[in-house]
C-alpha cells in the first residue's frame, strides 16, 4: 500500500434537481408547441395560410411562454391552473361524502 492519504474527489452537477429544458421552455411547454404545430397543419396545411397561421401561432405561443414562465419556478403553469381550478375555501367541519363504512365478511 501506498502512503498516500489523499481524498479522492469527482466531479458533481451542481443542481441534481434541475428539469430538461429546451431553448428555455420545459418539456412540457415544449409538448403544448408540437401539439399547437400539429393541429394547426392539419387544418390550415393545404392553404395559402400556411406558413403565418402554422409556424406564426407556434413562434407567437413560443415567445409569450418564454416571457411569462421567465424567472418562474419549474411546473409554473400546471400549478397555476391548478390554483385556478381548485375551489377558493375547504370547510374542515363538512361531513365526508365519499365515506363508506367497512364490512366484514368480504363484498355483499
Avoid: C, W
Avoid at 33 to 57: E, R
Amino acid at each position: 500500500m501506498s502512503d498516500d492519504q489523499t481524498l479522492l474527489t469527482s466531479v458533481v452537477p451542481r443542481t441534481l434537481e434541475t428539469r430538461s429544458k429546451i431553448l428555455g421552455l420545459e418539456l412540457s411547454d415544449v409538448l403544448i408547441l408540437f401539439l399547437n404545430l400539429s393541429i394547426q397543419n392539419l387544418i390550415f396545411g393545404g392553404t395559402q395560410f400556411k406558413i403565418p397561421m402554422v409556424f406564426g401561432t407556434s413562434l407567437a405561443m413560443a415567445l409569450v411562454l418564454f416571457v411569462f414562465k421567465r424567472g418562474k419556478p419549474d411546473l409554473f403553469l400546471q400549478h397555476y391552473f391548478q390554483h385556478l381550478l381548485l375551489p377558493s375555501h375547504f370547510s374542515g367541519n363538512e361531513p365526508d361524502k365519499n365515506y363508506r363504512p367497512f364490512q366484514r365478511g368480504g363484498a355483499q
